[in-house]
């Protein structure tokens, strides 16, 4: 395989065989398939989409109408749109429905559960609020997104009974006040997952993207594994899937590009503590690093404000605490379908 190494001693670097084969053997491009030949591929098998938004209402409308009008009206490869309203304080709910999509509020699905706030949360809410055989998630504050996400995730699922789990890949540039970076997206990718993921499961060190926020995987799969409830839910899922399924039962697919809305880098401090603590818990749950002394969940984080701690910046505090939820075919008596209709 070629490669550009660097490094000291660079001259015998190279990647395992078995990650070499990997990606030969299951990275694809969302073009190897049209929506007309998998419509035909699912063979009665149903298809979801959530759509995790918190204060998406600029971007959420559109991605629901491409994928409305492409996938649902033109080709019926997608049964079913869900927007998973995450505590939005704008019209996120009022811009998906009216773009066409099915809209639950994150805390009206399992209402009997004590609600918990983020990402993961949303997503396994929307997971149990929906019926799909194949799930795709895909991020609402996407800019250019294309039906191509969707066609290209499902394509390994619809294809190969040997693939659960398919996680997109593109290139990501960062764009910020009016300057763009070419490959600057990605930030927690390359200096947090990225790393930690090499260093303690280099099984998935030919994952482009690990945290793409568009992926998809079989329901009895999806529903069969925890989701962390914050910014840690897709570090964790490659995790518990490389360790229960093997690396062989998950694929990527070449997306093209992404852009989206970019957070702060303090926000990003945040979901990188909370990525890392992920980790950190499932290489305990695995048996692959004991800390003597269990890390911290506090996260102190200064900026620019009321002095209010002896120096001329303002604390900000959170709690970085690890929530997760129990894969959902745990839950007795429950069933996902008809959970949105849960009173
Ligand atoms: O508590 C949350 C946090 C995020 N999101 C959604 O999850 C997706 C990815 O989150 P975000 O854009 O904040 O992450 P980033 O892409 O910046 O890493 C977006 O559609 C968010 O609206 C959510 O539904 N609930
Ligand atoms: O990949 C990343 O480094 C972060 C931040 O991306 P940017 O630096 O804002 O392009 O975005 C991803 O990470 C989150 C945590 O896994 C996912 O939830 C997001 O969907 C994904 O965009």
């Known amino acids: 395989m070629h490669a550009t190494r660097t490094g000291v001693d660079s001259a015998d670097l190279a990647v395992s065989a078995e990650i070499g084969t990997w990606l030969e053997r299951r990275s694809s491009r969302a073009d190897d398939w049209t929506a007309a030949e998998l419509v035909a591929a699912k063979r009665g098998r149903t298809v979801s989409v959530v759509i995790p938004a918190r204060d998406e209402e600029e971007t959420v409308g559109e991605i629901v109408r491409t994928i409305r009008t492409t996938l649902v009206e033109d080709e019926p490869l997608v049964d079913e749109i869900l927007v998973v309203d995450s505590h939005s304080e704008d019209a996120t709910a009022e811009v998906a429905a009216a773009a066409g999509a099915a809209v639950v509020a994150q805390d009206e699905v399992l209402p009997s559960l004590p609600g918990r706030r983020g990402k993961g949360e949303a997503l396994w809410k929307g997971l149990a609020a929906t019926t799909g055989d194949l799930v795709v998630f895909v991020d609402g504050d996407l800019y250019d997104f294309t039906a191509g996400y969707v066609i290209g995730l499902l ?37 947090v997952a990225r790393p930690l993921l090499n260093m303690f499961w280099p099984e998935l060190s030919g994952f482009v993207q690990p945290l793409a926020g568009e992926y998809a995987g079989r329901r009895e799969v999806l529903e ?14 490659l995790i518990d899937l490389v360790e229960w399924r093997g690396l062989d039962s998950l694929a990527q697919v070449d997306l093209g590009m992404r852009t989206h809305r970019h957070q ?24 692959r690093l004991t800390l003597s002394v269990p890390p911290a969940t506090l996260l102190a984080q200064f900026r620019r404000g009321d002095a209010t701690c002896g120096v001329e910046r303002e604390l900000v505090l959170t709690d970085l605490t690890l929530h997760q939820r129990p894969p959902l075919a745990t839950l007795s008596g429950e069933t996902s379908d008809g959970l949105r209709d849960t009173a």
């Not at 398919?166 to 990718?189: N, S």
């Not at 069969?224 to 899922?237: C, K, L, R």
């Not at 303090?266 to 305990?284: E, F, H, P, V």
Request: negative net charge.
């Open 155 to 191: 394509g390994p699922l619809l294809t190969d009974s040997g693939v659960d789990y398919v996680k997109g890949f593109y290139h990501r540039p960062l764009v910020a006040a009016g300057h763009t970076e070419a490959d600057g997206g990605g930030r927690v990718t390359e200096l």
């Open 264 to 287: 702060t880098t303090q926000a990003l401090g945040r979901m990188s503590g909370q990525i890392m603590l992920t980790i950190m818990d499932r290489l305990k749950a695995y048996g």
């Open 224 to 237: 069969a594994i925890p989701f962390v409830t914050n910014y840690g839910v897709e570090v964790g899922h």
